[in-house]
């Protein structure tokens, strides 16, 4: 088993900047990459960016730029950085961790106003 714990979200105005966290603890091994995934109302959860274990990244189109992932190998930890934040940011924010089995966190909003 993973556990997923995320923190970091928020309200911010736009062009504002929020970083948010994911630590993971238990059968850490076990994962090839962790992700962040959004979903906002209404709409499907959608993959925002991951990073691999050899440190691969991969962004959605709409982030690129804007958006960095990172990691902290010895926190077992992952990071989202998030800058120039718009409306269209808003949405809840889930850490993923994928390996044999995919795990999720419990979740953060990310609140933009427009």
């Known amino acids: 088993q993973v556990q997923l714990v995320e923190s970091g979200g928020g309200l911010v105005q736009v062009g504002g900047s929020l970083r948010l966290s994911c630590a993971a603890s238990?059968?850490?091994?076990?994962?090839?990459?962790m992700g962040w995934y959004r979903q906002a109302p209404g709409k499907q959860r959608e993959l925002v960016a991951s990073?691999?274990?050899?440190?691969?990244?991969n962004y959605a189109d709409s982030v690129k730029g804007r958006f960095t992932i990172s990691r902290d190998v010895i926190k077992n930890t992952v990071y989202l950085q998030m800058n120039s934040l718009k409306p269209e940011d808003t949405a809840v924010y889930y850490c993923?961790?994928?390996?044999?089995?995919?795990?999720w966190g419990q979740g953060t909003q990310v609140t933009v106003p427009s």
């Open positions: 238990g059968i850490i091994f076990s994962i090839n990459a």
């Open positions: 993923n961790a994928a390996g044999i089995v995919r795990y």
């Open positions: 990073i691999t274990t050899s440190g691969s990244t």
